[in-house]
């Protein structure tokens, strides 16, 4: 099976413009997760959707949003762009999701924001 | 919150000897995972290990679980070169509803093995 592909892999967008990225996940697989990897935070959780419906939510403002097509496929989008949104943004996806699969990420789309 | 505390941060070896990462949680888990990431990459699952599990191995992966220190470790033996990377616990954490879960990351131990 293919695995899980994120793009683009880099992206340099300037203070105050929004930014679309793209998750496909594993064929059948129907969770798809968002994570946002930085130096100072390490790795943290955005949100998962699963079903086209967004399941969980981590604590970030409402400039992060998500959703996911009929076919699993997901984005995530960040408007008005701040410095501090540079970031590794990784994507996950899982049979189920829940507490008890493993996630298979994808490479990550690398962002600075100038 | 973090959930998961890798220790040491940094980690470097030479080739052939064994690694040790512990991490350690704070609340009451159903499994626990490992994960590698190579620099600037996304991360690949290692391993994972239930909450009524103590020990499990996966070819020179060995993890142990102790609940009741709420800490897991893992130990790769035999070290390579290619094993560089960083490495992550994981544990479930329910949201506030209690319904679903999602991951939590530690930091992460940065293993160097050098040739």
């Known amino acids: 099976k293919a695995g899980v592909t994120q793009t683009p892999r880099y992206l340099i967008k300037t203070r105050g413009q929004q930014v679309t990225l793209s998750c496909s996940p594993i064929s059948g697989h129907r969770s798809v997760s968002w994570y946002q990897q930085t130096p100072g935070q390490g790795l943290q959780f955005l949100f998962e959707y699963f079903s086209e419906t967004q399941r969980n939510k981590g604590n970030f403002p409402g400039r992060f949003s998500g959703r996911q097509f009929s076919n699993s496929r997901s984005e995530m989008n960040v408007s008005t762009l701040e410095l501090g949104d540079s970031a590794l943004y990784l994507c996950a996806s899982s049979s189920t999701g829940g507490r008890r699969n493993e996630q298979y990420f994808g490479p990550g789309t690398r962002l600075t924001v100038t | 919150s973090q959930q998961g505390e890798e220790d040491p941060q940094a980690l470097s070896i030479q080739e052939g000897e064994n690694a040790t990462m512990n991490c350690s949680y704070k609340t009451s888990i159903n499994n626990l995972q490992w994960y590698r990431q190579n620099s600037g990459r996304g991360l690949v699952h290692l391993i994972l290990?239930?909450?009524?599990?103590r020990e499990k191995h996966s070819g020179r992966l060995r993890v142990t679980l102790d609940t009741s220190k709420k800490s897991s470790s893992l130990l790769i033996t035999a070290s390579r070169a290619a094993d560089t990377a960083s490495y992550f616990c994981a544990t479930d954490e329910r949201d506030s509803g209690g319904s679903n879960y999602k991951l939590t990351f530690g930091k992460g131990t940065l293993l160097t093995v050098n040739p």
């Open positions: 290990i239930r909450s009524n599990e």
